[in-house]
């Protein structure tokens, strides 16, 4: 947690009080260029930006979810780049993070609220239970649809992190027994107020993810382009499948029948053992896991697609995708067939997201 | 049950597959291309290039493939800023490979630049203004410490 008079330096004077040089600088501008999947050719104008960029007030809220999503950031691959990314931020408030508990967490969530109103970046994670007055979670007295309405109204943006408060997620699988929503539904409906919204999907999203979506706004001072589901489109434009290095034998029809057959062994493509790779769209297949170790098609396993929608309530993750659970487009059940006609209805489907794409620029 | 080794285990890697050139995937020989093609830039008076290597979808053996043909050159640096960065050039002079590493040396990011120098290891222009002051600094305590 920051000192107050901090709030108004620059990130570059920043990390020059922390000693950081102006080569570790543009490591660490060239890395997070990485991180946003931007050029290399953006370097110098990201390092001009983000230089010059103040550190914004961060408040970080839970609600319905399992902590996967803060592991999965404050695990996120390097150290050195991560503390730099909370050093760049002043980070007010987050409940597993804070040494302070009690009435002084909610004091200094309540303080940072108030000294930055209008200009606080609101992370979420967890979905909102809106049924029965939403009293299935609580914290410190107040229902998570409160604390949110409040915390809505002085944001400058709003990140929601992970499919829970991108989409509802696991509390919402169907009975749905709590009424929870996404970040995105509660706006719609009108029960908080309006602001811009990025959903960082994933269950957990990718680490890189998070800090690049950070590391956007930091740079730009704005919400990145966005998908049809508010996802940025330099992580979420392509499918898994467009980006996966098995694609090659998706297109040649050689497909594993079983694990461990003689097809999963020659790392043929998981597609008829359930991967949701064609109908998923994040960055695994390039960021990849664990500081770039692998991603799920890399270990054997097929992708379970949890950074779309209702992922949860789809059928089994084992099926394979002509069974027709995913995506609303008939083309995919209809090519069921054999490898290549698979191939023309993913592949048309996945041109279609691709052309809703732009028609929303 | 029989031991480890009668397990079968298929070794993926830049070998040629069995079943001929069809099959091979991977991005080591279009990655190459495209430096081709920057290097050629390079030779006719145009702009430095780096390819992003986190940004492709690298198959098993890729990188090892990029590796193994590009080779090793004559230079090599270890900046220490953030975790050490390494600098080489590789047997294709004007081709760099820098490897940023994080504190507990970890790999943060990867690229491969096409350039006379890769921009990291240049001196700019603030920290040229620091070391003059530096050195003056260093003069004038000298001299001081000679007229006493």
């Given at each position: 947690?920051?000192?107050?008079d ?39 104008a990201?390092a ?7 550190r ?8 319905q979810?399992?902590?996967g ?49 209008g ?7 967890g ?24 915390a ?6 709003v ?17 749905n ?51 049809v589901?508010g ?12 980006r ?5 034998f998706?297109?040649?029809g ?8 003689e ?16 109908t ?43 069974t ?5 487009a ?22 279609r ?7 929303e620029? | ?17 069995e ?27 145009g ?23 590009l ?6 640096a ?12 590789t ?20 690229f491969i ?18 070391g ?7 003069l ?8 006493d």
């Open positions: 947690m920051a000192k107050d901090d709030k108004e330096q620059t990130l570059g004077e920043v990390l020059r009080q922390q000693g950081v040089s102006r080569r570790g600088f543009l490591k660490f501008c060239a890395t997070t260029a990485s991180l946003m999947a931007l050029p290399p050719s953006m370097v110098p990201i001009k930006a983000l230089d010059k960029a103040l914004p007030s961060v408040i970080y809220l839970s609600f979810e399992c902590t999503c803060a592991e999965s950031l404050t695990r996120s691959h390097s150290p050195t780049l991560e503390s730099l990314m909370f050093n760049a931020i002043s980070l007010d408030y987050q409940e597993t993070l804070q040494a302070a508990a009690g009435t002084a967490a909610e004091a200094a969530l309540h303080d940072a609220m108030k000294k930055f109103h200009k606080y970046l609101l992370l979420v994670d979905s909102i239970p809106v049924k029965d007055d939403g009293v299935y979670s609580t914290i410190a007295g107040k229902t998570n649809l409160q604390i949110m309405k409040e809505a109204e002085g944001a400058a943006a990140v929601a992190v992970g499919t829970c408060s991108s989409f509802g997620g696991i509390p919402k699988a169907n009975p027994p709590t009424g929870a929503v996404s970040v995105g539904d509660l706006m719609k409906s009108g029960q908080i107020a309006t602001k811009p919204l990025i959903n960082v999907s994933g269950c957990p999203p990718i680490p890189v993810v998070i800090t690049g979506v950070l590391a956007h706004y930091l740079t730009f001072g704005e919400v990145p382009a966005l998908d589901h996802r940025p489109k330099v992580f979420f434009g392509e499918t898994i499948h467009d996966c290095y098995r694609r090659p998706y297109d040649q050689k497909f594993a029948k079983t694990f461990d057959d097809g999963a062994r020659s790392g043929w493509c998981l597609y008829e053992l359930g991967c949701k790779g064609p998923t769209y994040n960055a695994c297949a390039t960021t990849k896991w664990n500081g770039g170790v692998s991603f799920p098609v890399e270990s054997g396993h097929g992708c379970l697609g949890c950074s779309e929608p209702d992922f949860w309530d789809k059928g089994s993750f084992y099926a394979p995708l002509s027709g659970h995913w995506g609303t008939e083309g995919i059940a209809a090519a069921a067939a054999a490898g290549a006609a698979i191939g023309i209805g993913a592949a048309a489907m996945s041109r997201h691709q052309d809703t794409i732009s028609k620029e | 049950m029989s031991g480890l080794s009668d397990i079968g285990v298929k070794v993926e890697g830049d070998s040629e597959p079943d001929g050139p069809t099959t091979r995937i991977g991005n080591a020989l279009p990655i190459l291309h495209e430096i081709e093609t920057y290097l050629t830039r390079l030779t006719q008076g702009e430095p290039a780096t390819i992003d290597l986190r940004a492709m979808p690298l198959a098993p053996g890729d990188y090892e493939t990029l590796q193994r043909l080779g090793e050159g004559e230079v090599s270890t900046i220490d800023a953030l975790g050490p960065t390494r600098v080489r050039e047997a294709v002079r004007g081709v760099w490979w820098v490897t940023h590493h994080g504190a507990t040396d970890e790999v943060v990011a990867e630049e096409i350039t006379r120098i890769p921009t990291i290891l240049q001196t700019v222009d603030e920290d040229l203004v620091d003059l002051s530096r050195l003056r600094e260093c004038a305590q000298e001299g001081q410490a000679a007229s």
